[in-house]
C-alpha cells in the first residue's frame, strides 16, 4: 500500500513538473510556429470527418429517441430546442472529447513513445534541439485550440442530424426549425460549455505527450504508452466535465 | 597492475596534455545496487580514435551518453573541450553540443520526415542564416560524404540498415561536429556493409580531422577505426592500448574480445 501510495504521488509529482514546464517553455522562444500549424491541420483537421459523422449520429439519434417521450406529452415542437440544448452543453462537448481521448491522445502517446524507444528523442538533445517545445508545447498547444473547433464543428452538425431526424417523421422547414434552435440557446448556454472544451484539449494533449515522453525503454511500453492515454484522458475529461457542470451551476 | 596493460605501447600522437575529452572518476547507478559505472577515467586526444569494448551492460553506451549530456552522471567530472558539462545549464550545454555527433545504434532518424527533412532539421536551426540554396547544397555535400545522394528524398522505412546507417552519419556530420560519438555503428549490419560503414568513420576522420568515440562490438571494425582500445569491465576500464597490443595481453579475459 505504501509503495502503491509512493507511486501515485510520484506520478503526480512527474505530472505537475511536466505540466509547469509547458507553461514555462510556451513563453520562451524559438516558437515552432511551423510545427504547430502542422499539428493543427493533423489533429483539428483530419478529425474533421470522424467528428463530422459522430455529431451527425448524435443529433440524429437524440431527436429519433427523444421524439416519442415528447410526444407524450405533446411538446414535440419543444425538440429543436432540446437536442441544440443538449449537444451544445453536453453531449457534443463530452463525446466529441472522448473521441479526440482516443484518435489524438493515443495518437500523440504511440507517436512520441515509438520516438523514444528509437532514441529519436534523444536524437534531437544531442543536436542542441529542445524536443520538449517541438514536440510537446506544439501539440499540447495545438489541441488546446483545436478541440474546442471541432466540438463547435460537432455542435453544427449535430443540430443539422437533429434536423434531418425531425423530418424523418414530420415536415418541418429548415428556417422554423433553426429559428427555433436560436431562441432557444442563450450565451450563458454556449460561453461554459465551449470554455471547458479549451480544459479538454489541454489535458487530452497534455495525457498524450507525458504517456509517451515518459515511456520506458522497449516497444512494449509504446503499447502501454498509447493505451494509458486513452484510460488517462477518458477519465480525466469526466472530472473535467463534473467540476465544469458544478461551476457553472454555482456562478451562471 | 591493470591485467590489460600489460606491454602496452601506445602512440605518440595518443596523448597531448589538453585532451578533446577528458572523463575523471564517472559514476553512475541506476536505483540501489546497479552500479553501472564505478569510477570510469578516460582521455581521449584531439583527432583520435577511441574504441571501447566491453561487454553488454558494461556500460559503454551510458558513458558516451554522459558525455553529451543524454544521461546525468552521479559523480565524476566530464570535460569536453576543456569545459565541465556537469557544471552547465541547458543552454550552455546545448552549444557545446552541437560541436558533438552523436550516430545512434539505430541511426535515430526522423520517421515522419523524408531524409532531406532529416538532414535540414539540425541544420536551419543551427545556422539561421543560411539560404535555401546553401542548406541545399549542404544537404547534398552531407549525403555526398556518405554516397547516397539519390536517398535524398526517400523515407527513413524505404531505407536498408547500411543506409539508414550512412544518412544518420550524414545528418550527424551536417554541423561539422569536432567530436563523432558512435554507438555501435555496426550492429546489425552484414560484413561487408560493416566494413563499409567502418572505412566510412575512418574516412571521416581523415577528411573533418574529427576526434571519435566508437563503441562497438565488431572487432574488425575496432581493428579498422581504433587508435587506442579501452576495454570496460565492472564499471571501470579494465584494459587499454593499442589494438595490437591488446590483441597479445597475457590477460585471458582481454584476450577472449579478440578471438
Known sequence: MVVYLKSVFNDAGDVTLFTARFFKELFMPPFEIKEFIRQCYTIGYKSLPLVGITGFIMGLVLTLQSRPTLAEFGAESWLPGMVALSLIREIAPVITALICAG????????ELGSMKVTEQIDAM???????Y??????????????????????DGVGILGGYIGINIHSDVNMFRYFSQVLASLEFLDIIPATIKTFFFGFFIGMIGCYKGFTAANGTESVGKAANSAVVAASLTIFIIDMIAVQLTDLFF | MIPGEANIKLPDTVFSENPVIAVKGLCKSFGKDNDVLKGVDLTVAKGENLVVLGKSGSGKSITIKCLVGLIVADKGEIK?????????????????????????????LYDSMTVRQNLEFPLRRHSKKLSSKEVEEKIL??????????????????????????????RTLILKPEIILYDEPTTGLDTITSREISELILSIQKKNKTTSIIITHDMACAKLTGDRVIILKDGVIDAEGTYDDLEKSEDEWVRSFFI
Open chain 1, 103 to 110: 484518435k489524438i491522445s493515443s495518437g500523440i502517446g504511440a
Open chain 1, 125 to 131: 538533445e544531442v543536436s542542441a534541439i529542445n524536443p
Open chain 1, 133 to 154: 517545445k517541438y514536440l510537446v508545447v506544439t501539440r499540447i498547444l495545438a489541441t488546446t485550440l483545436m478541440v474546442p473547433l471541432l466540438v463547435v464543428f460537432a
Open chain 2, 80 to 108: 569536453v573541450f576543456d569545459i565541465d558539462i556537469t557544471q552547465l545549464d541547458n543552454n550552455a550545454l546545448n552549444e557545446v553540443r552541437v560541436r558533438i555527433g552523436f550516430l545512434f545504434q539505430n541511426s535515430a
Open chain 2, 141 to 170: 555535400e552531407a549525403l555526398g560524404n556518405v554516397g547516397l545522394e539519390e536517398a535524398i528524398d526517400k523515407m527513413p522505412s524505404e531505407l536498408s540498415g547500411g543506409m539508414r546507417k550512412r544518412i544518420g552519419l550524414a
